[in-house]
């Protein structure tokens, strides 16, 4: 499995912006995925995920209400749209794969296996 994660900018406080994750090499329908970040001089943080169902999604309490994540099964992408943004939204985010279909979505780092190249969104105040 491959990802590939694009859609950042620099943005406004306020403003949208929509990720995407790209995944190839097999179904993400098989797997439980995730959107994580890692803002400056700060530990990655789980931000939002799905179960590979799609029926189960979580969230950092942070982004509960502004971000939505969305499985986009005809385009085979996981995108997080995220609105209402802050500059403390500022981070690199990366989309990563579930080592387990576990019928929970784990928002630890050591539950995902396979990570995609990060994409910078910045968000000036």
């Known amino acids: 499995v491959q990802l590939q994660a694009s859609g950042g900018g620099l943005v406004q406080g306020g403003s949208s912006l929509r990720l995407s994750c790209a995944v190839s090499g097999s179904s993400f329908s098989e797997y439980n995925m995730a959107w994580f970040r890692q803002g400056p001089g700060k530990e990655r943080e789980f931000v939002a995920g799905f179960t590979r169902t799609g029926t189960t999604t979580a969230y950092a309490d942070s982004v509960k209400g502004r971000f939505a994540i969305a499985r986009m099964i005809t385009k085979k992408t996981v995108d997080l749209q995220m609105d209402m943004l802050k500059p403390e939204d500022t981070a690199v985010y990366y989309c990563?794969?579930?080592?387990?279909?576990?019928?929970?979505?784990?928002?630890?780092?050591?539950?995902?296996?396979?990570w995609g190249r990060g994409t910078q969104v910045t968000v000036r105040g």
């Open positions: 990563a794969k579930a080592r387990l279909a576990s019928t929970r979505v784990a928002t630890t780092q050591s539950a995902y296996d396979t």
